[in-house]
């Protein structure tokens, strides 16, 4: 049972334009949630967090939006640039001494110049 | 810069021998660090929790006997695979959790490639 799902495989955005990359989750004891941003042969890098008490985070030219009833979180970068082109992976956890995190399966964002 | 290290990041050894990862935190004390495997086109698994000071936690179907953690400080864990095989040739990334601020960040180290010959 994948508990945090992200269904489109990639995403493909002309420079400039905004990339909205979506993730869904089934558990509702996740009460936090990271976006991060993984090139190849590399480890994830940390992008953005938000907490289940907020709707709506945002750092630079990422946005995270939370829609708790609708179990979805999405992904907003504006706008897109080439280097922000890899896999974005998001994760859920719940909140407690391990915080062990679940992971979607990632989508590949491709952003033509 | 790296707040999350990882050693070695590419590592080849022999089908049957054993392989030592370590995985350090540089700028906090860490209680807890997590250990992952990630195969090719997959999401990154949890493999196991690693407890400063306690056993580790490990996920279903992960062997215990074959993947030994060990959490010797606050800003060490290390992944032994023991007596390895082709099939264990992965992606193994660890992650560690920043009790600072929100308490709920989670880095990553940069991975470590291993191949079984």
């Known amino acids: 049972d994948q508990q945090v799902k992200q269904n489109s495989p990639s995403l493909s955005v002309q420079e400039g334009r905004i990339s909205i990359l979506n993730c869904d989750y089934t558990?509702?004891?996740?009460?936090?949630f990271l976006w991060y941003k993984k090139y190849p042969a590399e480890g994830p890098t940390f992008l953005i967090s938000?907490?289940?008490?907020?709707d709506k985070n945002e750092d630079g030219r990422f946005t995270v939006f939370l829609n708790k009833s609708a179990k979805h979180l999405s992904l907003h970068i504006v706008p897109s640039q080439p280097g922000d082109s890899a896999v974005y992976f998001c994760?859920?956890?719940?909140?407690?001494?391990?915080?062990?995190?679940?992971f979607g399966k990632g989508i590949t964002l491709s952003v033509r110049p | 810069g790296a707040v999350v290290s990882q050693h070695p990041s590419w590592v080849i050894c022999k089908s049957g021998t054993s392989v030592k990862i370590e995985c350090r935190s540089l700028?906090?004390?860490?209680?807890?660090m997590f250990w992952y495997r990630q195969f090719p086109k997959q999401s990154l698994m949890l493999m196991a929790t690693?407890?400063?000071?306690?056993?580790?936690?490990?996920e279903q179907g992960v062997e215990k006997d074959k993947f030994l953690i060990n959490h010797a400080s606050l800003t060490l864990s290390t992944l032994t695979v023991t007596s390895a095989h082709p099939e264990d040739s992965s992606f193994y990334i660890c992650?560690?959790?920043?009790?600072?601020?929100?308490?709920?960040?989670?880095?990553f180290g940069e991975g470590s490639w291993l191949t079984v010959v």
């Open positions: 992650s560690a959790r920043d009790p600072g601020g929100s308490g709920n960040t989670i880095y």
């Open positions: 558990n509702s004891m996740f009460d936090y």
């Open positions: 938000i907490s289940s008490i907020k």
């Open positions: 994760a859920a956890g719940s909140t407690g001494a391990n915080s062990k995190l679940t």
């Open positions: 700028d906090f004390q860490a209680t807890t």
């Open positions: 690693s407890n400063e000071g306690s056993k580790a936690t490990y």
